[in-house]
C-alpha cells in the first residue's frame, strides 16, 4: 500500500533550520503533484508549500522566502528546507501526493503521510 513517512522535525530556536524529508513508497512518485500543510493546535490544517510533477512551486505568503520545497524523483523524495524558522511555524507538519495537478485545496490530496512535529522556541 502506499505510504507517505515524513521525518526532521524537532526543536529549534527561532532563525533556526530545520529541513523536512518525506519518502514516498509504492507510488509511482513522478507522476504526483507533492504538498507540505501544517496544523497548530487548535487550528484547522493550512498549505504550506507545493511543487508539481514538473517541478513549479508555490508558497503561501508567510513562508516565501524562507521555505525552500523540492523533490527527488529517483529516490522517490520529497523535501521542506526550512530557514529563519518563527514561533509561529510551530505545527505538526505533513506532507501529502496528488495523482492530479496539484493545488492548495487539502482535501484534493490522495496520499498523507503521519506527520513530523516542529517546535520553534522564541
Known amino acids: 500500500q502506499v505510504q507517505l513517512v515524513e521525518s526532521g522535525g524537532g526543536l529549534v530556536q527561532a532563525g533556526g533550520s530545520l529541513r523536512l524529508s518525506c519518502a514516498a513508497s509504492q507510488l509511482t512518485f513522478s507522476t504526483y503533484s507533492m504538498a507540505w500543510f501544517r496544523q497548530a493546535p487548535g487550528k484547522q490544517r493550512e498549505f504550506v508549500t507545493f511543487?508539481?510533477?514538473?517541478?513549479?512551486?508555490y508558497y503561501t505568503d508567510s513562508v516565501k522566502g524562507r521555505f525552500t520545497i523540492s523533490r527527488d524523483n529517483a529516490k522517490k523524495m520529497g523535501y521542506l528546507q526550512m530557514n529563519s524558522l518563527k514561533p509561529e511555524d510551530t505545527a505538526l507538519y505533513y506532507c501529502a501526493a496528488r495523482s492530479l495537478g496539484a493545488t492548495v485545496n487539502r482535501n484534493a490530496y490522495d496520499y498523507w503521510g503521519q506527520g513530523t512535529q516542529v517546535t520553534v522556541s522564541s
Open positions: 511543487i508539481t510533477r514538473g517541478g513549479t512551486t
